[in-house]
């Protein structure tokens, strides 16, 4: 864990000082209900990645509360096309937030859970072939799986035409992955929206301007607006505004 990306609280309770991560954790921590909490960066105009990368966006203050959020889960949920377009590796954590994870009773890595309706799926990816928690995949029931898959990942199906969300979820936590870190993308922000299993949202806002192209950090079919009341503003040194919303 690190200090070394200086964080101050803005609302409530406003400090000019930097906070450590004992008091990050205390704001984002845990729940005792089953939970999914979103995670994204944007800039200032609500693009949701520059160059065609979410990386371009992320600096090391969101990096931070990155790696602390990723150390309070149970499951880090990932839908396959970023999966696959952010090239993700396996989800390792420091040897300091792997103590912080035992010593509050916690597997020493969180579950990495894939949302795929189709399987087109590399299991050779290095965040299945070298990951240290067998993986999980979402899927429909009839979704062929490619040659190797199941050697290195359980599939969990769900769902007929697409992947059945709800119940999908309900597996989960009956499995004990009850606290949900969602990472995208859009199209899976949007479907888990409209199927109202989003209970927090924290979003990053780069201090930068994208310009028109990139995409939001929702998308799919429309769904109904639902509250979702501000917890907390945090700002950074180089101007990054972390904003956590959560119904709870």
């Known amino acids: 864990m690190s200090d070394r990306a200086p964080i101050s609280v803005l609302w409530p309770d406003p400090s000019p ?3 450590d991560d004992d008091v990050l954790i205390a704001r984002y921590g845990r ?3 089953p939970h999914l909490r979103m995670n994204f960066v944007t800039s200032v105009d609500g693009a949701v990645s520059l160059d065609g990368y979410s990386a371009g966006l992320s600096g090391p203050p969101d990096k931070r509360v990155f790696g602390l959020l990723r150390m309070l889960c149970d499951a880090l949920l990932v839908a396959a096309g970023t999966l696959r377009h952010e090239d993700y590796r396996a989800i390792r954590l420091d040897e300091r937030r792997r103590a912080w994870r035992r010593a509050h009773g916690l597997t020493e890595y969180p579950t990495l859970v894939v949302v795929s309706g189709t399987l087109d799926l590399d299991p050779t990816q290095a965040a299945f072939a070298d990951a240290p928690v067998r993986p999980v995949v979402l899927t ?3 979704a062929p799986a490619p040659p190797g898959l199941t050697a290195v990942a359980d599939l969990v199906r769900h769902g007929e035409d697409r992947v059945d969300l709800v119940a999908g979820l309900a597996d989960l936590r009956r499995r004990g992955l009850g606290q949900l870190l969602c990472e995208g ?3 899976l922000f949007g479907a888990l929206t409209a199927a109202d299993l989003v209970d927090e949202v924290c979003l990053s806002i780069a201090p930068m301007l994208a310009g028109a192209g990139p995409g939001r ?3 799919g079919a429309p769904s109904p607006a639902r509250s979702l009341p501000l917890r907390h503003v945090l700002r ?3 101007g990054t505004l972390l904003l956590r919303h959560a119904r709870r």
Do not use: L, S
């Open 17 to 19: 000082e930097p906070v």
């Open 31 to 33: 729940v005792e209900q």
């Open 140 to 142: 429909r029931r009839d």
């Open 185 to 187: 993308g859009p199209h």
């Open 217 to 219: 950090i929702t998308a």
């Open 236 to 238: 950074a040194d180089d």
